[in-house]
């Protein structure tokens, strides 16, 4: 078949064995990247696994379009049994490395069992290898990187830092040192099985069914992603994401407490004035127009250049109100270098922070628990006893769920999380009940996986485009107004088989929805051969997210697990241009209803069995 | 000849891909005649590819005389003389020519017959297709105007 490889790897640490396995069975019903390697988990993973253990799978899988002329095309998805949630853990990674992994001859790769002592495998082409990495235990993601490719340059490297093998549930992997699959614990899944790295080179390429074709698909690709309107802003997004958010009204502070801090547009100036001084330039994934990367690089500071994101920087500011963006840097190298969930971490440490604040966390009940909020050095020696696991950083490395219930009554009110623990995204969720619905539905926690860039989002900056796009999905402009609940099971459902084709497709979720399903239908076409319509694309979207909730009810969730922090229902905004908003329960459980309703799933949120065959999933 | 801006270059690779596409009718960055190098710990994608000499070593290496200048395109390979010595592999300074992973053919930049595909599928104009008698002429303009800022700030 084009477009795939057409085998993966399944490499069990166990007893070293390395086999292939054919792609061709899992493609009709599961496309790609994401769909096929939750079929995986949920054919090869024991019931009732524990996390940590051997027997939990580990699949990164890419999709048909991965490393093709289709832009974006860089993506790789991983998903595992997050140690975290206990759920389904899937995070998706974009940079180089998928594109390599498919010139190598893979469409994906499993890993089952533990190696003994640490190891890494080694891909080029045929020859996989499992080799010893006692030299590379402990050490950071930028040394292992460059460790790795010592002889080959163009070596694509996944690995964990320090915390992955500290098991810390807020550990990611990293690719090569910018992208990560972050969330939910993956890295220390990675770790668990003692395995520190993946390193790839191919030079096999990839079979395309109609070349010309794609050349032309392409070619209207890149133009509707740089007619997108924030095209040309992208690369100063590295200190205008705060405004942007703000325009939108999404910005939230510290431990959620706050939507207007009132030094935060000092905090603002300082990034702009670090990004400006910095040596700079703008940087992408495999083959993207949209520059959401840039290689920073100011002298002195963190002892390092590194191609930054714009989301997590932002992050690590807004949760922590740290203004001195020195300090930011630092911290932001840091946690790119041990190998953290920069969203989780920067969530966690608002906690902390939070509880200090409140005199829950004090210097006497822990001897580093001094943890004013702004405080940079506060943030950067946080961030290292995470990635070890020391002192509070042992509690805080869990995540902040596990963590509210170990430091009793008071700190469990405080904690906020989406659906079994996993931090919440980047943003305020109260006013937003399209991405609440979706933290508590979604297959792994926070709705960056699930409804990115849905158009309630950006209603207050683009109120246009928003009522246009909710019109075009669901039949009414008012679809996009963040605060109603009404229409917002069905656009939440649409949004999660788009970013569900995306992950499965092996593309971006950003560029996804400007792009439109069509022309990524003609993509799939074109690059595979096989016909597909945009109808048959979504029925296989509905079936991944089908089976994504299966896997989810065999390992114990029901509906009462489908919710959101209860902070969020009973303690409104005080401040910003939401004053007032909440959550509300009853109407928050009438969307959960109808979206269940939508998806097939009976009233205990379980597929009824007329879905389960009308998606062939019986 | 192409003219490479590497302040322009975003590190995509889409002109590896497509280069390999048209030329091979498949994706490989290994069979692309144009390739970004790449050194993430410093921030550096510079594009590279055949330079198209003025005085080419590789058209001196060939014992076949397989490389053969076109007015127009510059060094092009005539695969009816070429044996594969890779002499010209190890010529030339640059790495402008290397060699097919699978058919073992030499491959180099041949312009795509005066239609340079990677040209024109840069999102960022970092490749430009244009006569390199007009290059020195368009960088004393661009010269210029880094220079009037330069006064302008000199002024303020």
Known sequence: MNGYTNKFLIINLNNNSIQTIPTQGYIEQFIGGRGIAVKLIYELTPKNVN???????????????????????????????????????????????GPELKYAGYDGIIVVGKASSLVYIDIFND????????????????????????????????????????????????????????????????????????????????????????????????????????????????????SILESDSKSFFGNYEDTAWKERFEAYENAERFVKRAEFRSETCFGCPL????????????????????????????????????????????????????????????????????????????????????NGDALISAIKKIARREGLGAVLADGVKKASEKMGKDAEKRAVYAKGGLELWLMEIRPFKGAALSCAVTDSGSHNRATYGLCEFYYRSMRKQAETVAKNLVGTEEAAIPTKYEYKPKLVAMYENLHILADSLGV????????????????????????ATPMNLT???????????????????????????????????????????????????????????????????????????????? | MIVID????????????????????????AEA???????????????????????????????????????????QIDYSRCIGCKMCIMACPIGGASLHPTNKKIIMCDLCQGDPQCVKSCPEQALEYIDISKLSLKKRREGVKKLARFLEEVKI
């Open chain 1, 127 to 242: 020859e996989v290898e499992i080799k010893e990495a006692q030299h590379l235990s402990g050490k950071g993601v930028f040394d292992t990187v460059n460790a790795l490719r010592k002889d080959d340059k163009d070596t694509q490297i996944a690995c964990i830092g320090p915390a992955g093998e500290k098991l810390v549930n807020l550990s990611g992997i990293a690719f090569s040192m910018r992208n990560y699959a972050a969330r939910g614990g993956l890295g220390a899944v990675m770790g668990s099985k003692n395995l520190k790295a993946i390193a790839v080179r191919g030079t096999r390429g990839l079979s395309i069914a109609m070349p010309d074709l794609l050349k032309d698909i392409a070619e209207k690709m890149r133009e509707r992603i740089k007619n997108m309107p924030s095209y040309q802003e992208y690369p100063e997004w590295h200190y205008k994401l705060f």
């Open chain 2, 33 to 75: 005649r144009i390739n970004i190098v790449k050194y993430e710990e410093m921030g550096t994608n510079m594009p590279m590819l055949c330079q198209k000499c003025e005085d080419p070593v590789c058209v001196t290496t060939c014992p076949m005389r397989a490389i053969i200048i076109d007015d127009s395109l510059g060094t």
């Open chain 1, 51 to 97: 996390t940590l253990s051997p027997e939990n799978v580990l699949v990164f899988m890419t999709g048909p379009l991965t490393g093709t002329l289709a832009p974006s095309s860089g993506r790789i998805d991983v998903v595992s049994k997050s140690p975290e949630t206990k759920l389904l853990g899937g995070a998706n990674a974009g940079g180089f490395f």
């Open chain 1, 291 to 374: 520059r959401c990367w840039a290689y920073i690089n100011v002298k002195d500071i963190g002892g390092a250049g590194i191609a930054a994101c714009q989301g997590t920087l932002t992050s690590l500011v807004n949760f922590t109100k740290a203004k001195d963006f020195d300090k930011i840097w630092k911290a932001y190298l840091l946690c790119q270098d041990l190998g953290l969930d920069i969203s989780g971490t920067s969530a966690v440490i608002a906690y902390a922070m939070d509880l200090y604040s409140k005199g829950i966390i004090t210097n006497s009940n822990a001897d580093d628990g001094n943890l004013p909020y702004g």
């Open chain 2, 6 to 29: 590497y302040d322009k270059c975003i590190g995509c690779r889409t002109c590896e891909t497509i280069c390999s596409l048209s030329h091979e009718g498949r994706i490989n960055p």
């Open chain 1, 539 to 618: 029925t296989a979207a509905e079936r991944i997210r089908t089976l994504e909730r299966l896997f989810n009810i065999r390992e114990g969730l029901s509906r009462k697990d489908d919710t959101i922090a209860e902070r969020l229902f009973n303690e409104p905004l005080k401040d910003g241009a939401w004053k007032g908003e909440v959550l509300d329960k009853e109407k928050f459980v009438e969307m959960i209803d109808a979206y269940y309703s939508l998806r097939g799933w009976d009233r205990e949120g379980k597929p009824t069995q007329e879905t389960l065959k009308r998606l062939g999933l019986e």
């Open chain 1, 508 to 531: 971006c979720s950003i560029p996804f929805m400007p792009v439109g399903l069509e022309l990524w239908t003609n993509a799939y076409t074109v690059c595979t051969g096989m016909e």
